[in-house]
């Protein structure tokens, strides 16, 4: 039986995030994940990572390697086009900060350059192709059933995803709820330059959402997440190039002119989730094993990066995965985690909704909260998660 201070279950961006993390922090890690280890190069998403999370990605050591590939998010621009003309209010990051909100990376790029950081951390192994199974807490430890063989730690981690099996081991239930819709996610080359603006429009079925990223083959570029109702995306999946690429230049509301289809199409399902506890003897889960919502404002990745940094910064080497630090982990989280839901899940709600009247509604809200710039800002250090 190998012996470490932690175990992390799942090997997505947020597992090796926190495997960096704390192999930085001086802990010896052993992370498994069921898929082999090129299973996520496909990924045709991005990952936006606001403010906060770049000190925890410096403190790892990832920053300096994935700085050179960002794309600054120093506007969001929320725009509601369901009558003309359209209504739209910039959030600027100069008003509240010498930063931009953030910086939108593709996610494959960031998975390279996690492993790139690990392969130099001598107290992190990671595991591919090796399934989570069981574990068994005890006072002093758990003893981690994995499919290659029983590891002791004193922390057992759950960022096994939206169907976790630390959390269903752990004896921890899941609220889910279905928004009845689909992402249909991409990229895109656009005719008009981005300056670095996130550009959210509004019309029906859900946000469609263009975030920049660096320049492809000297044209702008951006990402997009476009949300719909179920049978609207699956129809959009089945459009061929041309008709497809028209279909979401009209979504678009042409706010970045003439758009070229620069990688494939991939689905995603949007649904929330909650976990009842995100805390069991020996057992924390983080990410989208606590926690899955819908992708809007960003706020995904960066609530399981606020996990995290409150693992971090609870951890010492006398009291890891001990009852108190424990405790103090789910008090610090949950109701974060709850707030934020329910604010994602209501403006999801406003953004589906096509009842009569709810676009000028929308265009009043949002006239009314980019209005006074007490209200503005606040609502900008909100989203951040900063005061």
């Known amino acids: 039986m190998s012996s470490v201070d932690i175990v992390i279950a799942g090997g997505g961006v947020a597992g090796l995030t926190a495997a960096a993390a704390f192999g930085a922090a001086g802990y ?3 992370l498994a994940d069921p898929a082999p280890a090129l299973a996520a190069q496909n990924d045709q998403r991005t990952t936006a990572f606001l403010q906060p999370a770049r000190a925890l990605l410096e403190q790892a050591g990832v920053w300096p390697l994935i700085a050179g590939d960002a794309a600054g998010l120093r506007v969001m621009r929320i725009v509601d086009a369901a009558k ?14 010498d930063q931009p909100f953030g910086w939108n990376f593709p996610n494959a790029l960031l998975r390279a350059k996690l492993l790139e950081r690990i392969a130099a951390l ?13 574990h068994l807490a005890q ?37 889910a709820s279905s928004f009845a819709q689909k992402a249909v996610v991409f990229t895109v080359t656009h005719s008009q330059p981005h300056d670095n603006v996130s550009i959210e429009v509004h019309r029906s079925g859900g946000p ?19 949300m719909e109702n179920g049978a609207r995306a699956e129809e959009l999946m089945a459009l061929d190039e041309a008709a497809f690429i028209a279909a ?4 678009s509301a042409d706010v970045l002119g003439q758009m070229a289809l620069a990688s494939k199409r991939q689905l995603w399902p949007i649904i929330a989730q909650r976990a009842a506890h995100i805390t069991a003897p020996r057992v924390a889960l983080m990410a989208e094993a606590a926690h899955v919502m819908p992708p809007i404002g960003a706020q995904g990745l960066n609530m399981s990066l606020a996990d995290l940094a409150a693992l971090l910064e609870l951890a010492t080497p006398a009291g890891l995965g001990g009852e108190a630090m424990l405790r103090a982990y789910a008090r610090r989280r949950e109701a974060d985690i709850a707030l934020r839901m329910a604010g994602v899940a209501a403006l999801n709600h406003a953004s589906i909704a096509a009842l009569p009247g709810m676009g000028a509604l929308r265009a009043r809200g949002l006239r009314a909260i980019h209005g006074p710039k007490v209200i503005r800002q606040a609502l900008m250090r909100l989203g951040l998660g900063v005061r």
């Open 248 to 251: 979401a230049q009209d979504r």
């Open 84 to 97: 003309q003309p359209a209504v739209s209010a910039d959030f600027v990051s100069d008003e509240i900060s």
């Open 28 to 30: 010896s890690v052993v």
């Open 208 to 226: 469609f959402t263009l975030v920049p990223l660096p320049d492809r083959d000297g044209k702008p570029c951006s990402s997009v997440v476009w």
């Open 139 to 175: 006072d002093a430890d758990v003893r981690v059933q994995l499919s290659d063989g029983i590891v002791k730690a004193r922390l057992l981690i759950g960022a096994d995803g939206r169907a976790s099996n630390v959390r269903e081991q752990a004896g921890i239930k899941a609220r």
């Open 122 to 134: 001598p107290q992190v192994q990671i595991r591919f192709a090796t399934r989570y199974e069981s």
